[in-house]
């Protein structure tokens, strides 16, 4: 089955509870990413999936675990980017845009945002706001667990990210 452009069928490859992407999670060293993913394509330029920026509906903020005030290590793969400290924090962003990727509530990329709003409903969502000052995209956000955020961003959505902290 073909779903929002996919070449191939859906999967609950994100486990949104356990803060995880296709088995590297929250809180994992950046050699898990390495080791599942390869060497990244790219280290540099904005924290998404290459091919990917802050207009598809990358998350508002993404912030540095408590304490870490350098610039976090980015690892930058066709549908998934990770941001990573060297502490015992390790990776405390995953921003998926796998067209492929579904939550094991079933809300996935090409999905209306409405979706995810029916499947989270405690989730906070905004319209597009193209003001000069800070333009946003549509997105939903909110806490789903004690230190587990998520973010669905775009109206059809095109990123989902995880979070141990707020995004938006």
Same mark, same amino acid.
């Given at each position: 089955?073909?779903?929002?452009?996919?070449?191939?069928?859906?999967?609950? *490859?994100?486990?949104?509870?356990?803060?995880?992407?296709?088995?590297?999670?929250?809180?994992?060293?950046? &050699?898990?990413?390495?080791?599942?993913?390869?060497?990244?394509?790219?280290?540099?330029?904005? &924290?998404? +999936?290459?091919?990917?920026?802050?207009?598809?509906?990358?998350?508002?903020?993404? $912030?540095?675990? %408590?304490?870490?005030?350098?610039?976090?290590?980015?690892? $930058?793969?066709?549908?998934?980017?990770?941001?990573?400290? +060297?502490?015992?924090?390790?990776?405390? *962003?995953?921003?998926?845009?796998?067209?492929?990727?579904?939550?094991? $509530?079933?809300?996935?990329?090409?999905? +209306?945002? &409405?979706?995810?709003?029916?499947?989270?409903?405690?989730? $906070?969502?905004?319209?597009?706001?193209?003001?000069?000052?800070?333009?946003?995209?549509? %997105?939903?956000?909110?806490?789903?667990?004690?230190?587990?955020?998520?973010?669905?961003?775009?109206?059809?959505?095109?990123?989902?990210?995880?979070?141990?902290?707020?995004?938006?």
């Amino acid at each position: 089955m073909s779903h929002g452009g996919a070449t191939g069928p859906r999967q609950r *490859s994100i486990d949104e509870l356990a803060g995880s992407y296709k088995g590297v999670a929250l809180g994992d060293p950046k &050699s898990a990413a390495i080791r599942a993913f390869g060497k990244p394509a790219a280290t540099t330029g904005p &924290s998404t +999936p290459l091919g990917s920026d802050f207009y598809d509906g990358g998350p508002l903020i993404q $912030r540095n675990p %408590h304490g870490y005030a350098k610039r976090p290590d980015l690892l $930058r793969y066709e549908n998934v980017a990770f941001l990573s400290t +060297p502490t015992r924090s390790g990776i405390h *962003s995953i921003v998926i845009s796998d067209p492929r990727a579904t939550t094991q $509530r079933g809300v996935g990329i090409g999905d +209306p945002l &409405s979706r995810a709003k029916h499947a989270y409903p405690t989730l $906070r969502c905004f319209k597009a706001d193209d003001t000069f000052e800070s333009p946003s995209p549509a %997105h939903c956000s909110g806490k789903l667990a004690d230190g587990r955020y998520i973010w669905f961003g775009n109206d059809p959505i095109r990123i989902i990210a995880l979070s141990p902290t707020s995004m938006g």
